[in-house]
């Protein structure tokens, strides 16, 4: 008989869960992917229709290369917002589609840019993944999602409760998606797409 797994209470210091994405949020990938086989189609999610004519193989090759995320930049405002999430109480939970190969580069990258997570998901089915964690860990509920994904944050929210604020990256394939994160260098904030074109810090109500 398979054993089942007893729920975890988490500390009731947590305010809720904040589920963050890796690559397109707090790491840029997409520029190091755009160096190596240019800028086209950018409005693309999807690398392998992006470039048609590229050979595939090589896209999976660079996409596994330990290589190639060992000096990717950090996304200044995905990084401070994660930051600000942490100093309020969130727990932090990290879920990347990277493979779990690439665990000790990743590990490596947050070490350096000081980024504070609880837990880090590898190569996993982000629903899922989530709904898992939340039925182990008996009183923490999602508070917020962070995706550079349109159709992962669908996924994710068509079995969540509506009040948890599922947010987009500002990257050129979610245009006019969800409410939009970006950062504004000069007010050193954080801000949200709340519609007509207005912006938002993400903290305001």
């Not at 990938?29 to 193989?57: H, K, T, V």
């Not at 000069?186 to 305001?204: L, R, Y």
Request: some cysteine.
């Amino acid at each position: 008989m398979q054993k089942r797994k007893s729920r975890v209470i988490m500390n009731p210091k947590y305010r809720g869960l904040a589920v963050l994405d890796i690559d397109g949020v707090l790491a840029d990938f997409e520029e190091g992917f755009c160096e190596a086989f240019g800028y086209s189609n950018r409005d693309l999610y999807s690398l392998e229709e992006r470039y048609p004519d590229a050979d595939q193989g090589l896209l999976k090759e660079f996409v596994e290369n330990p290589l190639n995320y060992k000096d990717l930049a950090p996304i200044f405002g995905g990084v401070l917002l994660l930051n600000q999430l942490y100093s309020r109480g969130y727990y932090i939970l990290l879920m990347t589609s990277r493979r779990k190969e690439l665990k000790t580069v990743t590990l490596d990258w947050l070490k350096k840019y000081n980024i504070p997570f609880q837990e880090l998901y590898f190569s996993c089915n982000k629903p899922e993944g989530i709904n898992d964690f939340l039925a182990l860990h008996g009183n923490l509920e999602l508070q917020i999602f962070v995706d550079d994904s349109v159709s992962t944050l669908r996924a994710v929210e068509r079995g969540a409760a509506d009040r948890v604020p599922f947010l987009a990256w500002g990257q050129p394939w979610n245009e006019g998606y969800y409410p939009r994160l970006r950062y504004n260098e000069s007010a050193f904030k954080v801000e949200a797409n709340v519609g007509d074109g207005t912006w938002k810090w993400i903290w305001e109500k």
